[in-house]
């Protein structure tokens, strides 16, 4: 799990690039988290989400356009550093990627990909990060359940919008001019062409 490393005075930027490349590091209200790199069944949830949003919002290939989608940018927000799963940003507020190796512009969008070390850290310590620098839409998909929670910003904090299971096929906003097909998240590839398998 997910553990705040063991100091008497805040930490800084400093003790989180001084983190071991294997790991995952994110500063939270001065506290240091560090993880483990993400498991095989977090990461090809990750990725496929990110293969499936980035044609149509990234591209523009049967979607809208109109967005950058990332995976695992770091993010400066208000003292915090956090590192989400994926984030998209719309290009009306981001025209340009920053020139920084991070950026200090809160996204529109974040998910995160909810593993055993990171779930409760995602929801208790990250979610009220994102409200309070307003990003609108978060999702967390877990792998594991094969479930994605989709969740909407509003005044009074987060509203949960939906939650969908196993190999629903989806329209989630802010992404939903496109139908989300959940079973990429968590099946195994489609076989080679040509194959009888």
Same mark, same amino acid.
């Given at each position: ?17 001084? *983190? ?7 500063? =939270? ?23 499936? $949003? ?14 950058? =989608? ?6 400066? $927000? ?31 969008? *974040? ?9 409760? =850290? ?6 009220? *990060? ?13 792998? =594991? ?53």
């Amino acid at each position: 799990m997910g553990h705040p490393a063991e100091k008497l005075h805040p930490a800084t930027y400093a003790d989180l690039e001084a *983190v071991p490349p294997h790991q995952v590091a994110e500063l =939270i209200q001065g506290t240091l988290y560090v993880f483990p790199r993400p498991a095989p069944r977090h990461a090809s949830a990750h990725s496929s989400l990110g293969m499936q $949003l980035g044609p149509p919002f990234r591209f523009g290939e049967g979607g809208p356009g109109g967005w950058w =989608i990332l995976n695992e940018p770091e993010l400066h $927000l208000g003292g915090d550093t956090l590192v989400p799963d994926l984030a998209g940003w719309r290009v009306e507020r981001m025209p340009e990627l920053p020139e920084t190796p991070y950026f200090p512009l809160a996204p529109d969008w *974040v998910c995160e990909v909810a593993s055993p070390s990171t779930a409760a =850290i995602d929801r208790a310590k990250k979610m009220p *990060v994102y409200a309070r620098e307003g990003v609108q839409h978060l999702w967390i998909v877990d792998p =594991i359940e094969r479930l994605l929670e989709v969740f909407a910003l509003t005044p009074e904090g987060w509203l949960l919008r939906g939650v969908h299971h196993d190999d629903a096929k989806v329209r989630a906003v802010p992404f939903d001019a496109i139908e989300l097909d959940l079973s990429k998240l968590w099946n195994k590839p489609a076989p080679p062409a040509g194959s009888s398998t």
